[in-house]
Nanobody
Framework: QVQLVESGGGLVQAGGSLRLSCTAS????????MAWYRQAPGKQRELVAH???????NDTDAVKGRFTISKGNSENPVYLQMHALKAEDTAVYYC???????????WGQGTQVTVSS
């Protein structure tokens, strides 16, 4: 059973920065893609950024230029560096991993990010 554990969330003022980490119970290099999602109260879960096994990264328009997804140099973890945080970034952030194309998805338990305006 693959487990993902997020950390690094917290309370930060608008304009501040946070770095989230996702640690997997297996090497991150065994995954096809890894991603960060978020879910704000009353809203659907949305994709924030994803990265392929080869290191190709993409993020969404809502966070472009502010958030960066990256992989560590060792077998773990995957990071989400967040800068210039806004109140609308407040959400629970989830780590997601897919082992093979079209295969099962794995989720972490989530970490809360709260941005005060």
């Amino acid at each position: 059973q693959v487990q993902l554990v997020e950390s690094g969330g917290g309370l930060v003022q608008a304009g501040g920065s946070l770095r989230l980490s996702c640690t997997a119970s297996v090497s991150i290099f065994t995954f096809y893609t890894m991603a960060w999602y978020r879910q704000a109260p009353g809203k659907q879960r949305e994709l924030v950024a994803h990265i392929t096994n080869s290191g190709r990264a993409n993020d969404t328009d809502a966070v472009k230029g502010r958030f960066t997804i990256s992989k560590g140099n060792s077998e773990n973890p995957v990071y989400l560096q967040m800068h210039a945080l806004k109140a609308e970034d407040t959400a629970v952030y989830y780590c997601n991993a897919i082992f093979t194309p079209g295969g099962s998805e794995y989720w972490g338990q989530g970490t809360q990010v709260t941005v005060s305006s």
